[in-house]
């Protein structure tokens, strides 16, 4: 993968006062979300999830009499991109950028596709005498959606790298079939382990699943931000990419305070359920 010949330094990465002042700001936000209230653990990953999911005691699963930050579907869907992401990782593609083989990307888009099937199924469950293909379940809230999260992760691991990295290359990010039946053993450990619902998994789940949000939205902002400052692909080392990675995840906790804000104002102020 060709890039465009790399100039002064100041190219690659935001220097002086700017950038030292974007990154302050950025670690300020990051540092006031997890120092404020609430102060525990499961507090703060419920706050989180309260941003981005239902949260509905029915559709969720419960460890030790607490209920998980996230529903059956989201714990799926942002375990199983934590899991991907963390399997491209350990494979060495931290510069990949290609997408999979046809015939593997199919696969993952159709994991995509029965999750979006299964999801509607459940929606027409919401009106009374609506027909719908089949009773839902959590487990397969479950299994779908964690489906659905490696399949984002592969897609998501890849474009992320080709933004951020000037010495990206055409690797794809899922080589083989090998590779995706790892990919799919490591989401049936998933779903077990959630299935369980053995006590001394309460944190280790409620966590793992909170950062999966943290690390796809991250992703995403990272991109956004190297989009609008017109900084893709000109990071060479992980010291030239702590900046927009950082403002990326403040990003993120921004997005889920205002989120946060805006649901407490329409569940409590106008007393709409949301």
Request: proline share 7%.
């Amino acid at each position: 993968m060709e890039r465009s010949p790399v100039g002064d330094e100041t190219h690659v990465i935001a220097r002086g006062r700017p950038a030292k002042l974007f990154l302050v700001v950025s670690l300020l936000v990051i540092g006031t979300f997890l120092l404020a209230p609430p102060w525990t653990v499961l507090g703060k990953t419920r706050l989180v999830g309260y941003a981005i999911c239902h949260q509905m005691p029915a559709r969720s699963f419960h460890i030790a009499g607490r209920q998980l930050p996230l529903c059956a579907r989201c714990t799926g869907i942002y375990m199983g991109a934590l899991a991907g992401f963390a399997l491209m990782t350990l494979w060495g593609r931290r510069r990949a950028a290609g997408l999979p083989p046809v015939p593997i990307t199919l696969i993952l888009i159709g994991f995509i596709g029965i999750m979006g099937v299964d999801g509607l199924n459940s929606y027409l469950t919401f009106f009374p005498n609506m027909p719908h293909l089949y009773e839902p379940r959590n487990w397969l809230r479950l299994t779908t959606g964690t489906l659905d999260g490696l399949a984002l992760s592969a897609i998501v691991y890849p474009v992320l790298n080709y933004s951020l990295w000037r010495d990206a290359v055409e690797e794809p990010s899922v080589r083989n079939f090998k590779e995706l039946a790892l990919m799919v053993a490591t989401g049936g450990v998933i779903i077990a382990l959630v299935l369980l619902e053995l006590p001394p998994l309460l944190y280790p789940l409620a966590v793992l699943s909170t950062l999966g949000v943290l690390v796809m939205l991250g992703s995403l902002n990272t991109m956004i931000v190297l989009a609008l400052t017109r900084r893709e692909g000109v990071a060479l080392t992980w010291q030239q990419a702590v900046l927009p990675v950082t403002m990326g995840l403040a990003i993120a906790f921004l997005e889920i305070g205002g989120m946060d804000t805006l649901r407490a104002i329409i569940t409590r102020t106008l007393g709409l359920p949301f």
